[in-house]
Protein backbone atom coordinates (compact mmCIF):
# COMPACT_ATOMS: atom_id res chain seq x y z
CA UNK A 1 0.00 0.00 0.00
CA UNK A 2 1.08 3.74 -0.52
CA UNK A 3 -0.12 6.66 1.82
CA UNK A 4 -0.19 9.94 0.12
CA UNK A 5 0.07 13.72 2.08
CA UNK A 6 -0.82 17.00 0.14
CA UNK A 7 0.34 20.27 1.10
CA UNK A 8 0.48 23.81 -0.29
CA UNK A 9 -2.67 25.10 -1.07
CA UNK A 10 -4.18 28.10 -0.41
CA UNK A 11 -5.84 31.67 -1.03
CA UNK A 12 -4.39 33.75 -4.16
CA UNK A 13 -5.57 36.57 -6.09
CA UNK A 14 -6.26 35.73 -10.28
CA UNK A 15 -2.63 35.81 -12.01
CA UNK A 16 -0.96 34.47 -8.88
CA UNK A 17 0.89 31.31 -8.43
CA UNK A 18 0.72 28.52 -5.93
CA UNK A 19 2.56 25.21 -5.47
CA UNK A 20 1.12 22.19 -4.46
CA UNK A 21 3.30 19.05 -3.05
CA UNK A 22 2.48 15.46 -2.55
CA UNK A 23 4.66 12.79 -0.62
CA UNK A 24 4.31 9.21 -1.23
CA UNK A 25 5.01 6.92 1.72
CA UNK A 26 5.07 3.32 2.07
CA UNK A 27 5.36 0.67 -1.08
CA UNK A 28 6.50 3.04 -3.46
CA UNK A 29 8.62 1.00 -5.66
CA UNK A 30 4.98 0.02 -7.10
CA UNK A 31 3.87 3.58 -8.13
CA UNK A 32 3.48 3.44 -11.79
CA UNK A 33 1.19 7.16 -11.78
CA UNK A 34 1.29 9.80 -9.66
CA UNK A 35 -0.95 13.15 -10.42
CA UNK A 36 -3.21 15.93 -9.54
CA UNK A 37 -7.63 15.62 -10.09
CA UNK A 38 -8.98 18.34 -8.87
CA UNK A 39 -13.11 18.75 -7.84
CA UNK A 40 -14.75 22.40 -8.28
CA UNK A 41 -18.47 23.09 -6.94
CA UNK A 42 -21.03 21.71 -9.27
CA UNK A 43 -18.82 19.99 -11.06
CA UNK A 44 -16.99 16.07 -11.44
CA UNK A 45 -13.34 15.29 -10.34
CA UNK A 46 -11.39 16.21 -13.16
CA UNK A 47 -7.49 15.40 -14.46
CA UNK A 48 -5.42 18.23 -13.99
CA UNK A 49 -2.10 16.56 -14.37
CA UNK A 50 -0.51 13.14 -14.52
CA UNK A 51 3.24 11.71 -14.32
CA UNK A 52 3.93 7.94 -15.50
CA UNK A 53 6.97 5.87 -14.27
CA UNK A 54 8.75 6.50 -17.61
CA UNK A 55 8.14 10.24 -17.25
CA UNK A 56 5.33 10.35 -19.38
CA UNK A 57 3.41 13.51 -18.62
CA UNK A 58 -0.61 14.17 -19.13
CA UNK A 59 -2.24 17.66 -18.47
CA UNK A 60 -5.82 18.37 -18.56
CA UNK A 61 -6.64 20.54 -21.23
CA UNK A 62 -7.77 24.00 -19.21
CA UNK A 63 -4.11 23.64 -17.19
CA UNK A 64 -1.54 23.13 -20.42
CA UNK A 65 0.69 26.27 -20.75
CA UNK A 66 -0.25 27.41 -17.11
CA UNK A 67 0.84 24.30 -14.55
CA UNK A 68 3.79 22.12 -14.23
CA UNK A 69 3.94 18.57 -13.03
CA UNK A 70 7.17 17.66 -11.47
CA UNK A 71 8.66 14.60 -9.40
CA UNK A 72 11.57 13.91 -7.25
CA UNK A 73 12.14 10.69 -7.08
CA UNK A 74 14.63 10.65 -4.24
CA UNK A 75 11.95 12.36 -1.96
CA UNK A 76 8.83 10.33 -3.51
CA UNK A 77 7.37 13.53 -3.87
CA UNK A 78 5.14 15.65 -7.12
CA UNK A 79 4.95 19.06 -7.15
CA UNK A 80 2.08 20.78 -9.08
CA UNK A 81 3.62 24.40 -10.16
CA UNK A 82 0.37 26.68 -10.73
CA UNK A 83 0.67 30.12 -12.50
CA UNK A 84 -1.59 32.12 -14.12
CA UNK A 85 -4.39 31.09 -12.06
CA UNK A 86 -7.67 32.00 -12.74
CA UNK A 87 -10.90 31.80 -10.41
CA UNK A 88 -12.16 28.70 -12.30
CA UNK A 89 -9.00 26.78 -10.88
CA UNK A 90 -10.50 27.03 -7.31
CA UNK A 91 -11.24 23.56 -6.28
CA UNK A 92 -10.26 20.81 -3.80
CA UNK A 93 -7.03 19.50 -5.19
CA UNK A 94 -6.37 15.72 -4.58
CA UNK A 95 -3.05 13.66 -5.39
CA UNK A 96 -3.53 10.15 -7.13
CA UNK A 97 -1.32 7.43 -7.21
CA UNK A 98 -1.61 4.74 -9.46
CA UNK A 99 -0.17 1.47 -7.58
CA UNK A 100 0.41 -1.89 -8.78
CA UNK A 101 -0.71 -4.62 -6.95
CA UNK A 102 0.32 -7.87 -9.32
CA UNK A 103 -1.85 -7.75 -12.49
CA UNK A 104 -3.58 -4.71 -11.34
CA UNK A 105 -3.56 -0.98 -10.61
CA UNK A 106 -5.23 0.17 -7.32
CA UNK A 107 -6.04 4.27 -7.13
CA UNK A 108 -4.98 5.37 -3.66
CA UNK A 109 -5.94 9.44 -3.23
CA UNK A 110 -4.40 12.19 -0.91
CA UNK A 111 -7.05 13.95 1.28
CA UNK A 112 -7.19 16.90 -0.58
CA UNK A 113 -6.27 20.32 -0.09
CA UNK A 114 -8.15 23.72 -1.13
CA UNK A 115 -6.91 26.48 -3.61
CA UNK A 116 -8.88 29.50 -3.53
CA UNK A 117 -8.48 31.82 -6.22
CA UNK A 118 -10.09 34.86 -6.30
CA UNK A 119 -11.37 37.74 -9.21
Known amino acids: QVQLVESGGGLVQAGGSLRLSCAAS????????MGWYRQSPGKQRELVAE???????IYGDSVKGRFTISRDNGKNTVYLQMNSLKPEDTGVYYCKTGWECGHEVRDYWGQGTQVTVSS
Open 51 to 57: IYRDSTI
Open 26 to 33: GSVESIRT
